[in-house]
Structure formats: C-alpha cells, structure tokens
C-alpha cells in the first residue's frame, strides 16, 4: 500500500511543473478502455509466466539466477539488504499511460510463515503498520482466505491527495514453509477537495490520474532461520506529458523503487515489534516461573529506520540470548556504502570505482616499495588501503542502488581485479624490506588457494562465502592499516629477549590463520559432497 506514496507524489508534481508551464488540460486524465484492457493482458500474461516458473521450481525471482551466484544473494539478504529489480515492459501498449513493475525482496529474521500471514492479513492495523499513508483500513467481506478490503489512502506535499481503493485479496499456502497472496485493486477513486465541504469522488479511470491499478503480490519462502518475503507491484498511472520527460522522467522511475523499500521495511519493522513483544512476554512468564531473564537484552518495540539492517543481529542475539545488541561494524559500513552510492554524481558508475580499487591497490604495493627509502611510504599505503576500500566495497553498492546489477560481469570481475590486486600488494610489500620474502609469498599462496577453495564450493556447492570468523576484507584492510602505523613506529618485535620483523610475525600468523580456515572449509565441503553423491 505504501507503493502508492511517492508515484502519487511524482504525479503530484507533474500537474504543479504543467500549471507552471500553462499545459492547458495537463489536470485533466482519462483511463480509455483500450489502456485497461493492455494491463489486464500484461497480468494474465504475467500470471502465465509466473505459473510455468512455479512449475520448474521457480518460487522467487532469486531462482531465475545462475546457481553460482544464488547463494551470494541470499547472503545480501541474511545481511539486510532490500533487493529491488525493475521488470522492464514495453509502454508502446499503454497509450497515455505508464505502468510500474518492480519487484523487491528481504529478509524478515526470526520470523515465521504464520507471523508473516498474520500480519499481512490484520487489516484492522493497516492504518498504524502502514501509518500514514493508510488512514482507514475496512474488511469488507471474508471468506475463508479470501477477503475484500477497503482501503483510504492519503498523501500530504504541498496538496493533500486522498485515495478510496478496494481490492480483492487472495492468501494461500503451497506447502509448510511456502505461501503467496495476491491483491487485485477493484476500484480507485480520488477524493477531492478533501475535508472541505464539498468533498466528492472522482469518477474512477476520470481524474488527475494519480493511480489507476495496483496489482501486488507477494512470495513468501520460510527458511534459513526466517522468511524470504518478494513483493511484486504492478502499477499503472498517467503518462508523462509530452515536453516534461525531461524533468520528471526520472523520478517516475525512480520512485516505484523507493515504495517498495518502504512497503518492506515497514513490514520489517511490524515483525520486529510483534517479535520483541512476544520475547518480553515470553521472559516475564520465565520469572513468574523462577526461570533466570538475561539483563542485557532490551527487547522494546522503539521505532528503527534500519529495520532490516538490524534483523540479523537479532537472530544471533536470539541463539546467544545474552548477546548484547550492538551494531556490528559490518552493518554500520553496509549502512554508509547505501548514503554514499545514493549520493554520488551520476556521470560515475561501478565501473570506474572497480577501477579505482584496482588502481589504488597497485599503488599501495608501490607505497610498500617506497617505504624501502622512506617510512612516509606506510602512511601511505594507509591512504591507498582506504581508496581501496571505497572502490571496492562501494562498486556493487551503487550498481545495486540505481539497479544496474550486472552479476556474472560484476561477479567475475571482482574476483579477478582481488586477485591481481593482492599479487600487487604483496609484491611490493615482499621488496620493502619490512617483511622476509618467503613470508610475504607464503601469504600470497595461502590467500590464492583460499580462494581457488571458495571459488569451487561455490560452483559445486552453491555456497559463497567472503568471510570466516567474522573476519572480511575490510576487517583484514583495517588490521594492516593499524600494523603500518606501528610499522612506522618501530618495525621490529622482541619477543624472549629476540628481535623480529613485525609483519614477520604478523604474517607467518596470517598464514597459519589462512591454512586453518583452507583446511576446515576443504573437509566440510568435501565431507558434504561426499554424503550428497554418495557410491551405493
């Protein structure tokens, strides 16, 4: 329901751009039968679709992708990361009016398939869930999973746009751990001159055009310890009048995506509510009973703007009941990396940040070289690792915010750019004279054959996996600049009255760690496949 919250806004300014421009009829808008009977072919057509996937084992949309890169995306959602897709559609069938197909997914942690139904089929709480753009939320008639709902819709920027909406509403499971519910609006009628007097309905499909239909569906997959929730949203609107493309084309497109994000945060941040209730009234029942409350967890419904983001450290707070909740450092960065992709010039794309990654990580095995001659050059390894970190970390990012993801190119190059970037790192580092050699291409070949092993499991298990022990690449970046700084200080160690290189020790450490972790994740895999293809 959210969905409609921005597309009416851009409409909104749409009509406010044309009064300034003096578009004579530009408030005018008409739904002809000719665009209405377009969007019902594209449903039926979609539907179809949806259906033969359904038949291949396709329940979301993350099952159309390559299996290589599926559990990656799976891991972006454990993480808390809203996944929006648009579903590009030809508009030369819609005449003078544009539909809006997008698709999210997120992770809802902790949650079950029940909750997840329950919530979505409490009505009565429409108006305080989706608050405030549900102003009054009505059951209509219900039957059995079946329900017809009323729905008045209210959007406040400059003007007050209200909607009356009703919608057939269909909920339904497949098995124990799957369901859907589809939603087909019935009529949308605008309110005008809302809260004066002479208060009156549009005639449906004859008013300013701020939504004419809005299909939603949702998949719903229990799994993982939570449920992987997809919302589709099936919009059609007004056309852009000829002469305006230029100033609010791309809001249009833009703002279906941004809805959506909100329709599954609020939907995220209800659950969360609903969880930590039951949590407090689960803990105040173990006292009555003499059972020991852990203090440090405080589970009250506050307001969250990340609520997603903040899903994951609630499942590990759940398995370690005394966990405090604090942001992990990982979700602080993620966080940043989203401000920072949403605010960063157009004429910049993932491209040139994998290129100033890769840049930056050859210039820092050149600062290691320098710092041969002039310890200023650890100081500036620093700089190149925090370069390093933008381009890299933020690539992906900014191709996932503008929805120009690109997963087998992106997925390749990435790892093949690390590769090379890693060989450059180590080799200057190997010339600085700060670091036996031996040590130096002993790193590089535990780091190479760690990844040629998560490379495989990848491929044959379905399973990618970037960090072990809570330990990443920016952790590992972090953990070199913090040695720099203490290269730069003192580069030896005195250990037993014995004097080392520093980075010595620190990497002999690296490679023990690396082993450790080669060879635990080689005999799980190869234990799992093993039991997988078993002989007899």
Partial sequence: MIMMRKIRYSILLLLRAGALLSCPGLYAAELNPETAQAF?????????NTQDGLSRGEFLAIDHQPPALRPETYERLRRGEVL?????TSTEQFHNALLH????????????????????EDYKHYQTTFAPEVVQARVLQQTDDNFKISLRLR??????????????VHFARIDRSRGYSRSYSTRIAEIEDPGEANERELPPGNDHGFLWRLYTY??????????????????????????????VSSLVESIPRESLVCTLNSTGKALDTRQAGTAVADRDQQSKIGGKLCQKIQCCPCPNPFPLQQQELQKQASKTPCASRRASPARVEKRALVWMAERLPAWINSDHLTLLGTVAMVLAGAAYYYARWNRIGLLLVILCLALNWFGDSLDGTLARVRNRQRPRYGFYVDHIVDAFGAFSLVLGLAFSGYIHPSVAVGMLIAFLLLSIEVHLATYTLGKFQMSYWKFGPTEIRILLA???????????????????????????????????????????????????????
């Fill in 84 to 88: 929006i897709e648009q579903h590009r």
């Fill in 482 to 536: 913090i040695g720099n700084i203490r290269l730069f200080m003192d580069p030896f160690a005195h250990i037993a009255g014995q004097r080392y290189l520093l980075f010595d020790i620190g990497g002999c450490i690296a490679i023990a760690g690396m082993s450790l972790m080669l060879m635990a994740s080689t005999l799980r895999h190869t234990r799992q496949l093993y039991r997988e293809e078993r002989l007899g």
């Fill in 101 to 120: 197909h997008w698709i999210g997914t997120a992770f809802f942690a902790g949650a079950t398939l029940d909750q997840v139904f329950d919530l979505l």
């Fill in 40 to 48: 019902e072919n594209y449903i039926r057509s979609y539907e179809r």
């Fill in 155 to 168: 959007k406040h920027k400059v003007l007050t746009v209200l909607l009356d909406t009703d919608y057939d």
């Fill in 218 to 247: 949702w998949s719903l997959v229990e799994k993982d310890g939570g449920v992987y929730a997809q919302c589709e949203a099936i919009s059609l609107t007004r056309d852009v009048p000829s002469g305006l493309g230029w100033l």
